[in-house]
């Protein structure tokens, strides 16, 4: 059954990430300049890149398996360093031992191990969360576009923002009959219409798994 909008995603972008794993388009792509999709703009209401920073209003990424981290604490090198999730979710340091990460935001994961590290130490401790890179969330591409594929889901993205990232549209591509499957669902995307400021109930947030076609 044809949908034309969706729920929103559960996973947003992280309001503090220092270094997400961008996916910006490179300036040098060779697509027209009339079928680059706009990084911004009335049209695309929430038409970011999904490398760029965040505004107020996108939720924190949500750390899951797999995924890479930075952990500093402040004047601890033997504390500090880059550890992965493991497919259960969980993270290893010194003095605390394994700690839950699936399903924390960077500032929450940062809180439980300085609350954890406050054993050890006379004074609070100064613990730094990064999200190096993203292995537990992604979207995909395909059809008509410069630069297709995998893309890691850094932050709360819609399909104008996936769009944006792709280095635009190929001469022949069909952008009225753009299109999102979710596993068995599909919903319907006019990027002329959206990109025009109609329709913009199109312009779905992307969730974990998505795929975007663009007919050709």
Known sequence: TNQNAGAPASQGAPASQAAPVSQAAPAGQAAAASNQPPPSGKGA???RAAGA????GRKPYV????????????NNP???????????GLISMSLIGEIKADGLTQRQLKDKIGERLRDFFNNNPDVDVTVLKVNSK????????GRGGEFPLVEETTVMDALANTAG?????????????RGTQRFNFNYLDVSK??????????????RIYVPE
């Open 45 to 47: 209401a929430q038409g």
């Open 53 to 56: 920073k965040p505004d107020n």
């Open 63 to 74: 750390i899951g398996p797999l995924d890479v981290l930075q952990i500093k604490v402040w």
């Open 78 to 88: 033997n504390l500090s360093g880059t550890v992965a999730v493991d497919s259960d």
């Open 138 to 145: 992604r979207y995909f591409v395909y059809g008509g576009v």
């Open 169 to 181: 549209f190929k001469d022949f591509a069909n952008k009225k009959k753009i299109y999102i499957m």
């Open 197 to 210: 400021g109609k329709q913009l109930e199109e312009n779905i947030v992307l969730q974990n798994g998505d």
